[in-house]
């Protein structure tokens, strides 16, 4: 059963690193949490290192950038690894074509910049859905419609065989009170459709493979039993750190503050409900990351 703490610290010191999400742990779209940010200094300054670990469809350079408008200081992160990144990687070495349809945003282009990873990438071109070899989805074109309006074009994309790159495996986020669409809901829908959707992100290992290899760029590797999974998503955060067996601390205060009735804490019945209908348990839950 998993365990409700009432702070980061006091599991802390079983760990040498966390993998830590973003949006609705650190953040929520609009502004910083410094609760959040207290406790990833204080873990920091014991000698932890901190992987912000992120569904971001975009370059760690980008998410950095971000992070700065938000109001989250450096001080309190090592290092970024983004479901872009790792789906970018793939982008370039070609697992959907040369030739790209790309659902997204204006604002995810840098999605489609140069990797330096990579020392042979492909040339890739973005097109039009009928010329395409395969999709490229950093998100919805608009965050707020139905995923079901993309059928029509999946139909078509489907019936040509279009292999799916989904940069961003979370369905829903909050950006403060309200709730978005993300790239995941998508994928999902596509590959109900019958069509094939390729996943980078959490909870999926390329993500966590990238994670481990920014360790080992600044120095500091840890094994697995000493690397802690921090995130409010139970399908992406928690699977995925269950997946990689390594420790999960679950923020019920995200996206499941409801079924979980989250106001400072959980309250501990419904957090077993959920966690009996979700068939998973993390190692231990807590309110917001603090």
């Not at 140069?114 to 890739?124: A, K």
């Not at 919805?140 to 279009?162: C, E, N, W």
């Not at 403060?176 to 909870?203: D, H, I, V």
């Not at 067996?245 to 979980?260: Q, S, Y």
Request: aromatic share 6%.
């Amino acid at each position: 059963m998993t365990r409700i703490i009432d702070s980061l610290a006091e599991i802390s010191g079983q760990y040498d690193a966390v993998f830590c999400d973003l949006w609705g742990c650190v953040h929520d779209g609009v502004r910083a949490f410094p609760a959040a940010v207290e406790a990833l200094r204080a873990f920091k300054a014991q000698g932890g290192t901190v992987v912000l670990l992120t569904n971001a469809p975009r370059p760690r350079a980008s998410v950095a950038k971000q992070l700065d408008r938000l109001g989250v200081p450096t001080d309190c992160w090592d290092v970024i690894a983004t479901s872009g990144d790792s789906a970018r990687a793939a982008m370039f070495e070609g697992v959907v074509g040369r030739k790209v349809w790309h659902i997204g945003e204006p604002h995810d282009a840098p999605f489609f910049e140069p990797l330096e990873l990579l020392s042979d990438p492909v040339e890739i071109e973005k097109v039009e859905l009928g010329e395409a070899e395969g999709i490229v989805c950093t998100g919805p074109f608009d965050p707020h419609a139905d995923p079901s309006v993309m059928r029509p074009q999946f139909l078509l994309a489907k019936t040509k065989g279009l292999k799916l790159l989904c940069a961003n495996p979370d369905i829903v986020v909050d950006r403060g009170e309200s709730r978005e669409w993300c790239a995941g809901a998508l994928a999902q829908l596509y590959t109900e459709m019958g069509g094939e959707s390729l996943y980078f992100g959490k909870p999926h290992p390329p993500i966590y493979d990238l994670a481990r290899r920014r360790l080992q760029q600044i120095g500091k590797p840890a094994s697995d039993d000493r690397i802690l999974a921090i995130g409010d998503g139970i399908r992406t955060d928690v699977l995925g750190g269950m997946g990689e067996n390594i420790d999960t601390l679950f923020i019920t205060g995200g996206l499941a503050r409801e079924e979980t009735g989250t106001v400072e804490q959980p309250d501990p019945s419904k957090l077993v409900r959920f966690l009996a209908e979700a068939e998973l348990e993390p190692t231990c839950s807590i309110g917001m990351l603090r």
